[in-house]
């Protein structure tokens, strides 16, 4: 089995579990370099792998003619740049999300990636949790009728800024639209394509730099979606919400992948990215009210599938243009936010 050379820029919450521990359990991958120059970050890469060479400059990365595929875990400000430098380096590149903080950014990179041949993705991660993955099925039936709202929530409760956190300052791509957000419309657009139009009501409900709460509605022809997120909600809130001519289905809960990665679990097994019962989601319909099994969840697959990409040519499951997407909606919503109506997007 062909090895593909990994180099990890940024060792945070992202770097750290959402990528390098994932890829260290994904076979085909092997990280070489960890960029960081945090002494603290610099010891949990060596502890979690232990012939890795840690460095302090993103330069020893791109100049290493080993290293095959890039990881782009530093702050959303640096991606297009990383990125660009990365792909011009002859890496292929992942950037965390969201992809960039402007869809010019993006198509620039999306451009670099056509002139250089080189793949360029987003670590779109919550497409492979369990819930989303069982919406996603339960939508393929007919179980709920004719789909005619949609809602997503994805909550915290953090009621204190985070000191030096530069999500919570107002630069580019910091706050919660960009952040959850991110995943939110990443799931909508997987789900019911582009909308024609889009509303949103961002606030900063903590009185801090930058937005930490918004209500993002996109439109279709027969659909509305509604997507909201907010760092002031402690009590646990719908999940999902799907609402059909024949019945409803509700979710409450996240998938369970995440808190075990922060535990320090590693995936493996067959209980990896398994929902215990009193997570799965209800379907009441006019026959029955029961109880859906939720599927499981696993984000080696998205790395199992950049693999065959790259390797065998297999189709991206996540691509660059839906992370451009994204950000389309997200500047759309802040548009809306701002005039006070609806956007129309130009696709």
């Known amino acids: 089995m062909k090895t593909l050379n990994v180099g990890i820029i940024g060792y945070g919450l992202s770097g750290r579990f ?97 002139e250089v041949g080189k793949c360029i993705t987003v670590y779109h991660n919550r497409r492979f949790d369990s819930d989303y993955r069982t919406v996603k099925a339960l939508m393929a039936t007919d179980k709920l009728g004719r789909i005619v709202e949609y809602e997503a929530r994805y909550d915290r409760f953090r009621p204190t800024l985070k000191e030096h956190a530069w999500k919570e300052k107002a630069l580019p791509g910091g706050g919660i639209l960009y952040d959850l957000g991110s995943h939110l419309i ?60 024949a019945g409803s289905y509700t979710k409450y809960g996240v998938d369970v992948q995440e808190d075990a990665l922060r535990n320090g679990e590693r995936p493996g097994g067959e209980q990896w990215g398994v929902e215990p019962r009193g997570l799965w989601g209800t379907v009441d319909s006019m026959e029955t009210k029961q109880k859906v099994r939720s599927l499981k969840g696993d984000y080696r697959d998205y790395y199992r599938n950049l ?35 609806r956007i129309s997007i130009e696709w």
């Open 18 to 114: 959402f990528h390098g521990a994932i890829i260290g359990a994904t076979p085909g991958f092997e990280v070489k370099k960890i960029v960081t120059s945090d002494l603290e970050k610099r010891a949990q890469a060596l502890e979690d792998f232990p012939s890795v060479k840690v460095v302090r400059a993103a330069t020893e990365v791109f100049v290493d003619e080993s290293i095959d595929l890039v990881i782009i875990a530093a702050p959303n400000a640096k991606h297009a740049e990383l990125a660009e430098t990365a792909m011009r380096s002859g890496k292929h590149v992942v950037v965390e999300k969201p992809f960039t903080v402007s869809t010019e950014e993006a198509d620039y990179l999306i451009a670099v990636s056509k």
């Open 307 to 341: 693999y065959d990409h790259i390797v065998r040519g297999a189709e991206l499951i996540v691509t660059a243009e839906d992370g451009r997407n994204v950000i389309a909606v997200i500047e759309a919503a802040y548009r809306s936010n701002s005039e006070k109506r």
């Open 186 to 245: 990443d799931q909508a657009l997987d789900l019911f394509g582009k909308p024609e139009e889009v509303y949103g009501d961002v606030r900063a409900l903590r009185r801090g730099e930058t937005d930490d709460s918004f209500e993002v509605i996109l439109y279709y022809p027969e659909i509305k979606v509604t997507l909201k997120s907010s760092m002031l909600v402690k009590e646990p809130s719908l999940r999902f919400a799907l609402y059909g001519t």
